[in-house]
């Protein structure tokens, strides 16, 4: 069947590899491979292919920037997806941003700065793409991404023959570090209504939350953002939880809880899946234990289960 898969993929000109390793498409630098690593350009092109991994079966992972994975070290079983070219543009129109689902979040959080529009300036910093931030509905304490979001396009992984479906803000379940929208769907277009403002005032904006950021979490290294969601009924967060613990610099392998923010967990160089595994369940029993408090992860895991 194989055989035949990468036919199809050839015979539609697609972009492909075999076996490709996905810690290099990984915030984190861990994830084994992919049995087909395909690279859309456009629309029809993401058709096409969710079309082959639904006539054969074949399990789908849309990867963006990856900011906000734990891939399995055995890697992923199935068609990986990672969007290109067309499907990353950023467009203006009035006080309308158009934003594909492979764009970076922070270049379309610039583009919007630089034409004076505010809505999106709270979130400068998020890494990842607008179609990943949406699906997770991405924020800081203040705001998140679904606050100025007017519509999103998206293409149903099980009906792939439907083409485009557009979705109104409400007629999406969003919530806090979720959508709804987390299995079947793929995000190819996000539309938000932003308001005039004072382009040198949002740039002075970005350039504060930036720096809080800086100050606060541990940039720079291989990290995939904040571990767990901050439990909806407890006064601490996530971080201050696992600090109280006493678990800041835990480490097992070559990945360890960070110093500088308890909720981050960092890859040294040569951490596995199965050492960040080990560490969020260690965490999960201690805080339980501690504070009665269970910690719920917010990245998503691929191919993995934490042992709780």
């Not at 991404?145 to 992984?157: A, F, G, H, P, Q």
């Not at 277009?189 to 002075?204: D, I, P």
Request: charged letters at 25%.
């Amino acid at each position: 069947m194989e055989q035949e898969i990468v036919e199809q993929i050839k015979n539609h000109n697609l972009i492909f590899k075999l076996d490709e390793p996905l810690s290099k498409y990984t915030t984190l630098k861990i994830g084994g491979p992919a049995r087909y690593l395909v690279f859309v350009r456009n629309i029809n092109e993401l058709i096409k292919i969710l079309q082959i991994a639904k006539w054969y079966n074949q399990k789908i992972l849309i990867i963006g920037a990856g900011s906000n994975l734990l891939i399995s070290d055995e890697g992923f079983d199935g068609i990986v997806i990672k969007l290109k070219n067309e499907l990353c543009k950023i467009d203006l129109k009035s006080q309308e941003l158009i934003a594909y689902g492979g764009a970076m979040l922070p270049m379309v959080i610039k583009t919007a700065v630089d034409a004076g529009l505010s809505g999106l300036e709270e979130l400068f910093g998020i890494p990842g793409t607008v179609g990943g931030a949406v699906i997770m509905n991405a924020g800081t304490k203040i705001a998140c991404i679904s606050d100025n979001l007017e519509y999103i396009e998206v293409i149903k992984t099980d009906e792939p023959e439907d083409g485009l479906i557009r979705l109104n803000k409400n007629e999406i379940n969003f919530d806090y570090r979720t959508s709804g929208l987390e299995e079947n769907y793929v995000i190819v277009k996000v539309v938000f209504r932003l308001k005039s403002s004072n382009s040198e005032m949002l740039k002075a904006r970005i350039n504060e939350v930036l720096l809080e950021r800086i100050k606060t979490q541990p940039l720079g290294t291989f990290n995939a953002g904040c571990i767990f969601k901050n439990p909806k009924h407890s006064f601490f967060t996530s971080a201050k939880l696992i600090e109280e613990c006493g678990l800041k610099g835990y480490r097992v392998g070559d990945a360890y809880v960070s110093d500088k923010h308890a909720n981050f967990i960092i890859n040294r160089q040569n951490a596995t899946a199965k050492d960040f595994v080990e560490i969020m369940t260690h965490i999960i029993k201690v805080v339980k234990e501690k504070f009665n408090v269970e910690l719920e992860p917010e990245i998503k895991l691929i191919g993995l289960k934490l042992d709780i």
